[in-house]
């Protein structure tokens, strides 16, 4: 069982930026991921606001941030964290294994809101996707449904217009057609913080509670980016979480 300094947990863009200032400030760090590096924006075909790139897509921003933290040594597991707790140090307890630590930096984002049991049974048989990028081309010249009515689902279905032979449009618990072969969902995003639940505290809608400076309700404990309650989650607003978190865990270490 190794021990490090720091861990951290998910490599998106607020993971990724609290390794970078985390190991630059010599700390033995760990990056913990369930999926892929890269978080949400990976499906992204077209971001503007990062500043000094006019125009790139998700995946090649995620390429340069990832090969930067690699180029610094930064060591990344694939596995999922299941639990942290505290004993003389962290536990951080994941599908594989258990990791020691003095502090912990948690970074897991968002995640899709699911379908409601209502419409899981309207789907049937035919597969339900929550992101039209990665999978769109799987449905070239067939029927779609995109279920939802915020930005995304505007986003979701002005993509598949150029794949699909048609795109319902559906709100809420609304039928969904027959002739549909495929339903994308777009209801929102929800905090995937469930197993931090007993570790700090979350507001009502499992946002981890912390001001601009990071810290959670317990000691050693810091967030970073899209899980944490905030008032805009962006690219950029997740990077300088990740920034802060950095400094303000190597600030307790030290
Ligand atoms: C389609 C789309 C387009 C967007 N476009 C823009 C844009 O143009 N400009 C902009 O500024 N913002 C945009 N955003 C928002 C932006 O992507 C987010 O604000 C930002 O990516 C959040 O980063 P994050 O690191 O906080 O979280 P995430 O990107 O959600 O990353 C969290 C990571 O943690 C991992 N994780 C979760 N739980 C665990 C666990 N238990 N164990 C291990 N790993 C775990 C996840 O797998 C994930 O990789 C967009 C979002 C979407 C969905």
Request: include cysteine; charged fraction near 25%; aromatic fraction near 6%.
């Amino acid at each position: 069982m190794k021990t490090y300094d720091i861990v951290i947990i998910g490599a998106g863009i607020a993971g990724m930026t609290a390794a970078i200032y985390t190991k630059r400030a010599l700390c033995s760090v760990l990056v913990l991921e369930k999926k892929i590096q890269g978080g949400q924006i990976i499906s992204s075909n077209k971001v503007c606001n990062w500043p000094g790139e006019a125009e790139i897509t998700g995946a090649d921003l995620i390429e340069k941030i990832y090969h930067q933290m690699n180029n610094l040594g930064v060591e990344v597991r694939y596995e999922n964290v299941v639990n942290v707790a505290k004993n003389d140090k962290f536990v951080v307890k994941t599908n594989e294994a258990e990791y020691f630590c003095d502090a912990v930096i948690i970074a897991t984002g968002t995640e899709p809101r699911k379908l409601s049991e209502k419409q899981i049974s309207m789907a049937g048989e035919r597969p339900i996707s929550y992101c039209a990028t990665c999978d769109g081309a799987l449905y070239t010249d067939q029927p779609v449904a995109v279920v939802g009515s915020g930005n995304t689902a505007k986003h979701e279905i002005n993509y598949l217009e150029n794949i699909a032979s048609k795109v319902y449009h559906i709100h809420h618990d609304d039928p969904i057609p027959e002739d549909a072969v495929a339903i994308f969902v777009a209801i929102g995003r929800v905090p995937d913080t469930e197993i931090f639940k007993e570790l700090v505290g979350l507001d009502p809608d499992g946002y981890i509670i912390a001001e601009e400076n990071c810290h959670t309700s317990a000691d050693g404990v810091f967030v970073a980016g899209d899980c944490r309650a905030k008032n805009l989650r962006q690219l950029v607003t997740a990077a300088a979480d990740g920034a802060i978190a950095a400094t303000e865990a190597v600030k307790y270490l030290r």
